[in-house]
């Protein structure tokens, strides 16, 4: 039996690619909290999102861009990026798998003082 409150990265990497190609699949959702796992392969296409967003690395390692940053990530690594910013992941290795975390609302949360 599957519970929806619990993901596993072994269970939804079974789930990957979608039927329509996609590299990432929704695990969890809560209100406006919203997990996947995203796991590309060979480039990252992803655009700005509405929300703030967390990755968690799960496996594998590279480079993430984030606006004009870029910093070297590895397993266990933990990136944050605001709503509406630029990011992507580079020269990231084949068996690169992140948690998404997508929270708060549209626009982001405002900054802590």
Known sequence: MTNPWVAT????MNRLPTPDGNR??????HGS??????????????QPHEQDEVYVVAKGNGQFV???????????DVLF???????????FSDDLVVWVVFYGPKGGEQPSP
Request: net charge negative; no cysteine; hydrophobic share 40%.
């Open 9 to 12: 990265v072994a269970n939804m």
């Open 24 to 29: 990432y699949a929704t695990a969890i959702v």
């Open 33 to 46: 909290l919203k997990v996947l796992i995203y796991a590309p392969r060979q480039n990252d296409p992803q």
């Open 66 to 76: 984030r606006g004009s940053d870029q910093i070297s990530f590895e397993e266990g």
């Open 81 to 91: 990026v605001p709503a509406g910013m630029e990011h992507r992941f580079e020269d």
